[in-house]
């Protein structure tokens, strides 16, 4: 098995065939929505909420909002319903959640897309909660996750999930692999590769994206769409409370899985860093376009498709020059 993150590849450039980048398209198609980025926020407290998760739908972005306000849910759904935007929202696995979701089929309020967020999403607990959302609310498109193995894959999309999440452990604020051994932290391009090997529906890939690059890297990689926190944690936009540290403005970004989120010490797996305040998140997302029109135009193609087959090499610890230093 030949073991690579993000920072040892280097994609190799086909012939342009764009005269401009601006022609370059970026949008993908999810589920029976098209969005203008293959790039989705974390559906985590410190980076979504429901006025950016408004935002992000009126702009013809893909969002799902997080599952840490449970009672606001179905308000939620209502408010975007109302306006006509999609519906994305994530839930747990534990008993109410079976509930909740058959209270949404009686009181009709169907989400577009339901993400299932647990840590360890290659369980039992997972294709039951799959199986029953598929069951109650079947036109509901379920991401499920997060896996690690072409195993975990198989066996979600074989219990009807229309997407898989891919990443254990290679987030900013994770601390999974340091406090249980496991995970896919330090190697999560490659094991989303061997997940894109067996995967017949997109994956998402979840985590460790630090550079723009990256989201090009995740697609060549078998990413159909990836999850980024950390790059999007800090703006003004962003729900992390402001600290002023040494003079500067900074964001709180933390895990779900930390006991910031949690309200207790009990299985923490997240901690808390701060990101110094970034401006507005439209300014990013318009960066990353840019950058992803421009890894297309590198690609020699016109759309994100080009990017599939490219070439790469392996240059492990071997970049001296073109860093951010
Ligand atoms: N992508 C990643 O690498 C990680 C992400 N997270 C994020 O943190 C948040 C909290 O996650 P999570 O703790 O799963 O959510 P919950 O605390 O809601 O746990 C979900 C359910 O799964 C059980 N569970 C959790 N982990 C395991 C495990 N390793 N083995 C068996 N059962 C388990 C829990 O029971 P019990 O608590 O009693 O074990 C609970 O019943 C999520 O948003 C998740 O995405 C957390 C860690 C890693
Ligand atoms: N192990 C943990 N992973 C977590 C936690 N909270 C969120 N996450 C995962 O991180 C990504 C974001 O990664 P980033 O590198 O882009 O910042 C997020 O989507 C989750 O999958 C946690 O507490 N522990």
Aim: charged share 25%; proline share 3%.
């Amino acid at each position: 098995m030949t073991i690579f993150d993000y920072e040892d590849i280097q994609l190799i450039p086909n012939k342009c065939i764009v005269k401009s980048r601006s022609e370059c398209d970026t949008s993908v198609k999810f589920g029976k929505h098209t969005f203008k980025l293959p790039v989705v926020p974390a559906n985590m407290g410190t980076i979504i909420d429901d006025k950016l998760a408004f935002w992000l739908a009126s702009n013809g972005y893909f969002y799902i909002m997080h599952r840490f306000d449970e009672e606001n849910r179905k308000e939620f759904i209502q408010t975007m319903k109302k306006s006509n935007l999609i519906s994305s929202i994530s839930v747990g696995v534990k008993n109410n959640e079976y509930q909740f979701i058959t209270e949404l089929k009686n009181e009709n309020l169907i989400p577009d897309y339901i993400t299932i967020d647990i840590a360890h999403g290659h369980s039992d607990a997972v294709i039951e909660m799959i199986q029953h959302i598929k069951r109650e609310i079947p036109e509901t498109f379920v991401i499920a996750g997060n896996v690690g193995t072409p195993e975990a894959v198989r066996e979600l999309e074989n219990a009807g999930a229309d997407a898989t999440k891919v990443g254990i452990g290679p987030g900013k604020v994770c601390i999974t692999k340091l406090k249980t051994g496991f995970g896919t932290g330090g190697w999560q391009l490659a094991a989303l590769n061997r997940c894109s090997k067996v995967a017949r529906k997109p994956l998402i890939a979840d985590g460790g994206i630090r550079n723009h690059g990256d989201i090009a890297k995740s697609i060549r990689f078998g990413a159909t769409l990836c999850m980024i926190g950390s790059l999007f944690a800090g703006h003004e936009e962003s729900p992390g409370k402001i600290i002023i540290k040494d003079g500067q403005a900074m964001k709180e970004y933390y895990g779900s899985a930390s006991e910031y989120q949690k309200g207790e010490r009990i299985n923490v797996e997240g901690k808390k860093i701060l990101i110094p305040s970034k401006g507005k998140i439209s300014a990013t997302l318009k960066e990353m376009q840019e950058d992803l029109q421009s890894s297309i135009s590198y690609a020699g193609g016109k759309d994100i498709e080009s990017i599939r087959k490219v070439d790469y090499v392996i240059v492990k610890n071997s970049i001296f020059n073109g860093d951010w230093s």
